[in-house]
């Protein structure tokens, strides 16, 4: 016998197991569908920070929904190890944006300024070199000062994404990997059949949490998910005593004592390789701030593709020709993965959708 | 469980040797060794401790895998003992734990 879902989530990363999970625990029978091995799969390539300052430039709502999330996170944490028994390592001390120059941080406080206008959540301190020096006693001696916000944290994306899947499982979800989905569509009964290849099912809703891979997926159910890869590369050190007790957006120390160096922007298609011009620029940009990095050795080197879309917001969307579709697209998978499990869960399952989300419709790209 | 190393020298046409020290013990090791089977035939059954848990580690893949034959070669901390040829008057040192920055 065919086997039915109430929910098929297409997409086994960071953004599809949250909401899976989020859906799952709410009593749904749900499958996700995963592809390849070899797939695209920014949930494995990202740098663990969940990150609020400095977000939302051009959309206020955009920093109060990853404040929002950050928020959430503990809870989600805390749940997925009484579940699991995993502990992801989130960790919330506050998060540095550190200067180099007297010019960098005037823009920086600049852009800060403007979001705790707009929202006096967004909290913040502008420190010199002498009080940054304080808190971070490992700051080199030519560092400006930096931004602190008690708002940002990081936690271990990859026991993040296995706790998900662990939890997910435990409430009686499904998952079916290796399943790249090559079809979708409506039927007269409202369900979905969705096909991969020779097989199919049917599901009475799904949501399209596939990635880069939604670009294609979203027409098939009267979507539409504009979203381009931008490639970041990240570097990560053998590991050292604790000399970081806060993250910064460039770098961070991992519980087990990496050091992880990140990140550039690079439009190169698809293509997820690494290049030695960037690599040194991101070990440049991490020892200038932490000279004592210069003689730790480097272990390894990755790149991995964002999901971006063209003005580097999230899309949610419900399809209004194919109700019962869904969408959810972003680029921080990690920071926003508690909003995703206990915000963006309840309203694919009927709960009102937030007003905080008005901006992230796929229609503002239509012009 | 015995941990005493299991691994026997194969006989050699040149007995050539060099000497070296592990945490400042002189040993004569044979020319073509690398720094773990040098550990290994010195019946060393723990050159690290993990930063993480603290328990203990040994030479295990030999092949630069593992990363379990981390070990300070001539103050260079956490190098691996299985990719680095032994030398003469080369000082080895026990890693405990992660090394330090400062």
Redesign the interface.
Known sequence: MQKTYDIAVIGGGLVGMAIAYGLAKRGQRVVVCDGEDNSLRAARGNFGLVWVQGKGGTCTDYARWSLHSANTWQGMADELFARTGVDVGFQRPGGFNIAQTAEELAVKVQSMRQLKEAEPALVYEVLDHDALAERLP?IGPDVFGAIYSPNDGHVSPLYTLRALFAAFEQVGGEYAPNQRVTDIRQLGSGAFRVSMGDTSFEAGRVVLAAGLGNRDLAPMVGLSAPVKPLRGQIVVT??????LDYPTIYVRQT???SVMLGDSAEDVGFNDGVTPDVLADIARRGIAPFP??K???VVRAWGALRVMTGDGLPIYEASESCPGAFLATCHSGVTLAAAHCETIAPWILGAERPALLDHFYAKRFAA | MPNVSLLKSLARKDSATVRMFIDDMPVDVPTDMNVAAALLFCGVTACRTTPVTGSERAPFCMMGVCFDCLVEIDGVPNRQGCMTPVREGMRVRRMDGARSVA
């Open positions: 490992a053998e590991r050292v005593k604790p000399f519980v087990e004592g004592i990095l003689n730790v050795r």
